[in-house]
């Protein structure tokens, strides 16, 4: 079982920045690969960002590459989630996720995930 807690959202004006991080319980977080997600209003959850088990490989949707970037700290047991040069449509609820997979594909897809955090809300204020 793991336990994420995410935190660092907030109100941002656009063109700032948030980083957001994603606190995880137990001994097995190097196990895992992370994920972020997020839901906008009247919106399905999409994926943002991935990284494997050993942080040597990242994943991004299109629409944050080059803004975003997501890493791991695998003594801490945190992954994190830098973002810059914020829009207005980055304004959504963020969520980790933790998952056991290590494939690509499946770690872009939120069937891919066994745990997820309560998430944390970031607004982008234009």
């Known amino acids: 079982q793991v336990q994420l807690v995410e935190s660092g959202g907030g109100l941002v004006q656009a063109g700032g920045s948030l980083r957001l991080s994603c606190a995880a319980s137990g001994r097995t977080f190097n196990l895992y690969a992370m994920g972020w997600f997020r839901r906008a209003p009247g919106k399905e959850r999409e994926f943002v960002a991935a990284?494997?088990?050993?942080?040597?490989?990242?994943y991004y949707a299109a629409s944050v590459e080059g803004r975003f970037t997501i890493s791991r700290d695998n003594v801490k047991n945190t992954a994190y989630l830098e973002m810059n040069s914020l829009k207005p449509e980055d304004t959504a609820v963020y969520y980790c996720?933790?998952?056991?997979?290590?494939?690509?594909?499946?770690?872009?897809?939120?069937?891919?995930?066994?745990?997820w955090g309560q998430g944390t809300q970031v607004t982008v204020s234009s």
């Open positions: 990284i494997n088990k050993s942080g040597g490989s990242t």
């Open positions: 996720a933790a998952a056991r997979t290590q494939v690509p594909t499946l770690m872009k897809q939120q069937r891919g995930y066994d745990y």
